[in-house]
């Protein structure tokens, strides 16, 4: 028995991928529906993460649903500093794809349902644990304890079973928050995705399904309060300023949502039997739109070490989760600096430093060695690829 707290974007996933090993899996979740924020939200998914999807089967669910992006275009506010990333070059369909959060779950929710040996309990909330021979007794709000071998903890940033373990984590605070919104534009997005580096924080715009773009503004934690309050007219002016011309004019945008950002990482990703994942495990800055995609690959490596056990009986214990954890962490680390420099180098506005933003930007599009870091960082597509990232069934192999 495996058990999965949290049923945000990781811990559906996760199970979803799982479901074909025959495993007995509790997801347990506070929320049955999704929030409000979940309906204004979309996310990109990497080629990677999408080929994880497509191996699950859920391609014909998911297709309708996304806006794939055939070009990212990055560029530097003022400067005639750009680059692009285009999917014909990484010789991909497409570099990823835009979906709402909440139209995700919804697909991932009811794909579970298909499974009589996935138990959904929600609405339901693990208020404790405690550890016991073998495994964790997990305390509920509403039913009786369940006894498991391995705990996920895929419960979110900020993680309250973290904080039940007394488990550090390391933050670095951004003092910005994502300013989150959907915007009509007066061009249309035709699957080209924006990146945009301004003095007022970084902007991205992504191409929806629906023809809107999907905004992501990092602006200062100090004006947040304003531009909660502004109108819209007012918020329009300001973000016409920031976001470049190709997208012409903003003609409407959506109710908004925000999110304080930090660089956030938990001391201890393992104890045995236990396994923090997603947003419990670490958080970052969405400027790159890595978060999630991480997540997915160690779901997907996850699934491999899952796969390949001889007996279940090793399924949990310290030094098989450890080891899973060795394969990990490089892919953890380079991706949380990866993002962390892109804010770095891009957010003083003085001088030198923007010679050397435009230098970056020029090298980044004559280098085709740095360009296919980028390229590699937008795709998913890093280290050594799992099973299921290389459309592989890992339960048939
Ligand atoms: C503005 C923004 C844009 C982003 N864009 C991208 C992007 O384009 N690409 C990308 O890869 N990533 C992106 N990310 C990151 C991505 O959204 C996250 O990595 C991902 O949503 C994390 O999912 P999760 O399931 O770990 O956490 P969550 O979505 O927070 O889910 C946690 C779940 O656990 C439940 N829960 C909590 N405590 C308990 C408990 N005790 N018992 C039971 N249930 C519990 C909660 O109700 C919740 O449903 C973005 C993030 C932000 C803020």
């Not at 707290?5 to 979803?16: I, R, Y």
């Not at 080209?192 to 602006?219: H, K, N």
């Not at 394969?327 to 891009?346: G, N, Q, V, Y």
């Not at 930007?361 to 280290?383: A, D, E, I, V």
């Amino acid at each position: 028995m495996l058990t999965i707290v949290g049923g945000g974007l990781v811990g559906l996933s996760l199970a979803l991928a799982l479901a074909p090993l025959n495993i007995p899996i509790n997801i347990i979740e506070k929320h049955p529906e999704p929030g409000a924020d979940a309906k204004v939200r979309s996310i990109a998914l990497a080629h990677g993460a999408m080929t994880i999807y497509r191996t699950l089967g859920l391609e014909a669910a998911l297709m309708p649903l996304v806006a794939p992006i055939m070009r990212v275009h990055v560029s530097l506010q003022k400067t005639f500093a750009k680059t692009y990333i285009e999917a014909s070059e990484q010789g991909l369909p497409a570099l990823g794809y835009v979906i709402n959060v909440a139209e995700l779950r919804r697909v991932l929710w009811e794909a579970l349902l298909a499974y009589p040996h996935i138990e959904l309990l929600a609405p339901e909330q693990v208020l404790g644990l405690t550890e016991q021979q073998g495994g964790w007794l997990l305390h509920l709000q509403r039913g009786t304890p369940i006894a498991t071998r391995l705990v996920i903890v895929a419960d979110g940033a900020d993680s309250g079973i973290a904080k039940l373990l007394n488990i550090r984590t390391q933050t670095q605070d951004y003092l910005q928050y994502a300013l989150v919104a959907n915007v009509t534009t007066s061009v249309k997005p035709q699957g080209i995705a924006y990146e945009r580096f301004s003095a007022s924080g970084p902007v991205a715009l992504l191409p929806q399904v629906d023809g809107t773009m999907a905004l992501v503004w990092a602006l200062a934690a100090s004006e947040r309060a304003d531009w909660q309050q502004a109108d819209k007219a007012t918020l329009i002016t300001k973000l016409q300023t920031l976001i470049p011309g190709q997208v012409g004019r903003i003609q409407d945008i959506s109710a908004i949502m925000t999110y304080p950002l930090a660089l956030r990482k938990i001391d201890t990703h393992t104890l045995p039997h236990l396994l923090f994942l997603g947003n419990a495990a670490r958080t970052m800055h969405p400027i790159a739109a890595q978060g999630f995609n991480l997540a997915m690959r160690d779901i997907a490596h996850l699934v491999d070490a899952i796969a390949s056990v001889d007996s279940q009986e090793q399924i949990g214990k310290a030094e098989w989760l450890s080891q899973y954890w060795k394969t990990r962490e490089k892919d953890e680390d380079r991706t949380l600096t990866f993002t962390d420099s892109l804010i770095k180098i891009f957010q003083k506005d003085n001088y030198p430093v923007t010679c050397l933003r435009q230098l970056g930007m020029q090298t980044l599009q004559l280098s085709p060695t740095l360009k296919r870091l980028f390229g590699l960082y937008t795709t998913g597509n890093l280290g050594r690829l799992p099973k299921l990232m290389r459309g592989i069934q890992p339960w048939n192999t």
